[in-house]
C-alpha cells in the first residue's frame, strides 16, 4: 500500500488539532508533545520542525480555539443581527463544541503563571472587547438598543461573563450555564 503524503500544511493541522484533544482531555499539565506527536504518527522531531517549543504548538492551539469563536461572528448583516449571530454561535459551539470551552479555561488558567500566554490571552480579549464594542455601538446607532446601553461597559461584561463561564466546573459549564448567562445578557440588553 502506498505511503499517504501529507502536505506540510495538512500535518501542521493535525498536530494542533492532536494538541487541542489533549488539552480539552487531560487539561494543560498534562500535554505532551511526544504524546501529541504519537497520535499524528510522527515522531517528535517531526513535531519540532513544524512547532520549534511547546510554547508555538500552544499559540496555535489558541489561534485555533479563537478560530472557533471568531466563525460566530457574521461579516454582512446589521450590527444587531451580528450579535444575535454571535451569541447564537456561542449557544452552538457550547453544544457541538464543549471541548473548546474546557481548553479556552485551560489556557486562561495557565496564562496567570506564563507571561508569553497572558500577553497572547491579553491581545484576544482586547479583541474580542473590540469587536463586541463596535457591534454594540453599531445595534445603538441603529436604534436597536437602549439608549442606556453603554457598548464599552456592556462588552466588558459580556466577556467576563463568558470567561466566568468556561471556567466553571463541566458539570455546572457549557452549555447550560451558558445559554443561562448569554439569556440575562440578551434580555438585559435588549437582544430578546
Do not use: C
Not at 451580528?82 to 457541538?96: D, I, K, T
Request: aromatic share 6%; proline share 5%; hydrophobic share 40%.
Amino acid at each position: 500500500m502506498p505511503k499517504t503524503i501529507h502536505a506540510p500544511e495538512a500535518r501542521r493541522d493535525e498536530l494542533v488539532a492532536a494538541a487541542y484533544r489533549e488539552i480539552a482531555t487531560s487539561g494543560f499539565e498534562g500535554l505532551r508533545t511526544r504524546e501529541v506527536a504519537g497520535a499524528v504518527g510522527v515522531n517528535v522531531a517531526t513535531l519540532h520542525y513544524y512547532f520549534p517549543t511547546k510554547e508555538d504548538l500552544i499559540r496555535a492551539v489558541v489561534g485555533y480555539a479563537m478560530s472557533r469563536f471568531q466563525s460566530t461572528l457574521a461579516q454582512q448583516g446589521t450590527a444587531m443581527e451580528r450579535l444575535r449571530g454571535h451569541f447564537r454561535g456561542l449557544r452552538r459551539l457550547a453544544h457541538e463544541e464543549p471541548e473548546l470551552f474546557r481548553v479556552m479555561a485551560e489556557l486562561m488558567i495557565r496564562s496567570s503563571r506564563d507571561q508569553k500566554l497572558a500577553e497572547i490571552i491579553r491581545k484576544l480579549n482586547e479583541y474580542w472587547h473590540s469587536t463586541l464594542r463596535s457591534l454594540l455601538r453599531g445595534a445603538k446607532e441603529e436604534r436597536a438598543l437602549p439608549k442606556d446601553v453603554d457598548p464599552d461597559g456592556m462588552s466588558a461584561v459580556i466577556v467576563a461573563t463568558l470567561k466566568g463561564v468556561y471556567l466553571l466546573p463541566e458539570r455546572f459549564g457549557p452549555p447550560e450555564a451558558l445559554d443561562k448567562a448569554l439569556r440575562q445578557l440578551e434580555h438585559t440588553i435588549g437582544l430578546r
